[in-house]
């Protein structure tokens, strides 16, 4: 049982700042990799931001050069600090882990329940 719970989102005005965050939980062995993906009501989920265990970060092309994506290794954290906020970026944070439980196991998918970010114009 692996849980993830995000937290830091909230009502912002254009061109503000928030910063996520994703807390994982339970039995974990090892976490490859974590990241954000985001989702509007009766749109696909899309990546956001990831960040692997060796540091190596990948980003949404409409996000480059305004979020960062950072983790805690010791606390199991993944951060995502969102500057330059448009109303484009408007909906439900989802935090993700591809991790493992034991050793001998597959890295698997987890995912948090999501945090609500509006921005307003």
């Known amino acids: 049982q692996v849980q993830l719970v995000e937290s830091g989102g909230g009502l912002v005005q254009t061109g503000g700042s928030l910063r996520l965050s994703c807390a994982a939980s339970?039995?974990?062995?090892?976490?490859?990799?974590m990241g954000w993906y985001r989702q509007v009501l009766g749109k696909p989920r899309e990546l956001v931001a990831t960040?692997?265990?060796?540091?190596?970060?990948s980003y949404a092309n409409s996000v480059k050069g305004r979020f960062t994506i950072s983790s805690d290794s010791a606390k199991n954290t993944v951060y995502l600090q969102m500057n330059s906020l448009r109303p484009e970026d408007t909906a439900v944070y989802y935090c993700?882990?591809?991790?493992?439980?034991?050793?001998?196991?597959?890295?698997?998918?987890?995912w948090g329940q999501g945090t609500q970010v509006t921005v307003s114009s």
């Open positions: 993700n882990a591809d991790a493992k439980r034991e050793a001998s196991s597959l890295f698997a998918d987890y």
């Open positions: 339970g039995r974990i062995f090892r976490i490859n990799a």
């Open positions: 960040i692997t265990s060796g540091g190596r970060t």
